[in-house]
């Protein structure tokens, strides 16, 4: 009866555990890319195994840095805030294929900027 109950509760355990669940460990690691619009330039940031984003958008018009961030969802949305102050979005969607795209704004500097980035997780 024990090794009954224990092979059905195995063929339980493995239907419920699908690999298309996607789980924040999908999204962590390292990411990078590029950024265009009213500025342009490269972002990398860094995603821990608790969902926070830190990184950094280097601007190739202005050569400034600024920080971002943030955290990402179970599902891969990206929100996290750019620049120091922070006065911008990087908003977003990652990809369990690896691949990442969205949008950004900055209020600083003057006048406003925003646009689109794209990349993909190392």
């Known amino acids: ?8 509760l195995t063929a339980f355990l493995f239907i ?4 298309d669940d996607e789980t ?9 890319g590029t950024y265009e619009g009213s500025d342009k330039g490269v972002w990398n940031f860094v995603i821990s195994t608790e969902g926070k984003v830190s990184g950094t ?3 190739d018009v202005n050569n400034d840095n600024y920080n971002i961030s943030g ?7 990206l ?11 990087f908003r977003g969607k ?7 795209s969205g949008n950004w704004s900055n209020a600083l500097p003057t006048p406003a900027q925003a646009g689109t ?6």
């Open 24 to 32: 924040i460990h999908d999204y962590v690691g390292t990411w990078s």
């Open 79 to 89: 929100n996290a805030v750019v620049g120091l102050p922070s006065k911008g979005e």
């Open 16 to 19: 419920g555990c699908s690999s």
């Open 1 to 8: 009866m024990k090794k009954l109950f224990l092979l059905l």
């Open 57 to 59: 958008m280097h601007s």
């Open 94 to 100: 990652l990809n369990t294929d690896k691949k990442g």
């Open 117 to 122: 980035w794209k990349g993909d997780k190392k």
């Open 71 to 77: 955290n990402v969802s179970n599902s891969g949305d």
